[in-house]
């Protein structure tokens, strides 16, 4: 894998999307196989592999297990293109992985690797035994008594950092093998700077000679959900703008959409710029007072670009 260009992971082959929860409800592979076609004829990196539930669909843990082995080996049927498997559990990666055939598809990816992850000893094991990529959620960090959320710049940092080093030193992993997401938080509904927080670390990541040759990530559909539509995804590629400099290269997004970062002078990359540097806290005021500037910066944006889709 390399840094080179904003590489994209398709999300399509997931439960939050009307067509794979009608390929999961009716069990049809076929669905699968055109979702898998679909998303690698607009050239994705990896394909993404999510049979949980959603708000929309409840799914027992037994359902996914036993399913697993007819999907991925029709999609690896349709596509040479590997899979990255999306799940907390332990018990679905190690069915995933038994039956993925990396001899049709190469190495998997894992996603993912997190500090709130029962079981992270056996998860790390599965990843040496197979030999794939791993996905690190460095929006978790460890502290006395369990595991809370990553609020700093150099928490996030710190996470990623000691993730990697598990990564490498139990799991045989190289950095570039290694995909670090740092957390990407609603916009509209982000009053607490984590929007900033996410970027920020990204820079720290960068910076870091201890972490040379790792991959950046994000889920893109996290970042302007809840948005109008007329303004979505000229926002979420005025994000991507950002966080290309900041040294993304990877977002798990909806390749239809053409995710992509958009000129730098592009009025909604500057829009967005302000708003986020609007969401700082100054000397002496407190991250609230910030997070609501900022906010009122988003809703202005997106009543703008609502009155323009009208």
């Known amino acids: 894998m390399s840094p080179a260009r904003l590489q994209i992971i398709g999300e399509l082959m997931n439960n939050s999307y009307a067509r794979a929860r009608r390929a999961f409800t009716d069990r049809n592979v076929r669905d699968y196989?055109?979702?898998a076609r679909l998303q690698a004829g607009l050239g994705v990196r990896f394909l993404t592999l999510n049979l949980d539930g959603t708000q929309r669909l409840q799914v027992r843990r037994e359902e996914m297990l036993a399913f697993l082995p007819e999907v991925i080996a029709a999609v690896q049927e349709a596509t040479p293109v590997p899979l990255s498997f999306d799940n907390p559990s332990v018990e679905y990666h190690r069915v995933a992985l038994r039956h993925y055939d990396r001899r049709k598809g190469g190495a998997p990816v894992v996603n993912s690797v997190a500090a709130s992850r029962e079981r992270l000893d056996e998860l790390l094991e599965l990843i040496a035994a197979y030999d794939t990529h791993a996905v690190v959620m460095a929006s978790e960090q460890f502290v006395a008594g369990g595991t809370a959320q990553c609020?700093?710049?150099?928490?996030?940092?710190?996470?990623?950092?000691?993730?990697?080093?598990?990564?490498?030193?139990?799991?045989g992993r190289r950095p570039d093998q290694i995909l670090i997401d740092p957390g990407l938080a609603p916009v509209g509904a982000d009053t607490y700077g984590l929007v900033n927080v996410s970027l920020d670390a990204m820079r720290r990541i960068r910076a870091d000679p201890d972490l040379a040759g790792v991959h950046l990530m994000v889920g893109l559909s996290n970042f302007a959900w809840g948005t109008p539509r007329g303004?979505?995804?000229q926002l979420e590629n005025a994000y991507l703008t950002l966080a290309v400099e900041a040294g993304l290269d990877f977002a798990l997004a909806n390749p239809e959409k053409a995710p992509g970062a958009l000129p730098p002078d592009h009025p909604?990359?500057?829009?967005?710029?302000?708003?986020?540097?609007?969401?700082?806290?100054?000397?002496?005021?407190s991250q609230e007072t910030a997070g609501f500037r900022q906010a009122e910066a988003i809703m202005a944006i997106c009543q703008e670009g609502a009155g323009d889709d009208s």
């Open 33 to 35: 196989q055109h979702l």
């Open 151 to 171: 609020l700093r710049p150099a928490e996030a940092h710190a996470a990623a950092k000691q993730f990697v080093e598990l990564l490498v030193t139990r799991a």
């Open 231 to 233: 303004v979505r995804e």
């Open 268 to 285: 909604m990359v500057g829009r967005l710029r302000a708003a986020l540097a609007a969401g700082r806290a100054g000397p002496e005021e």
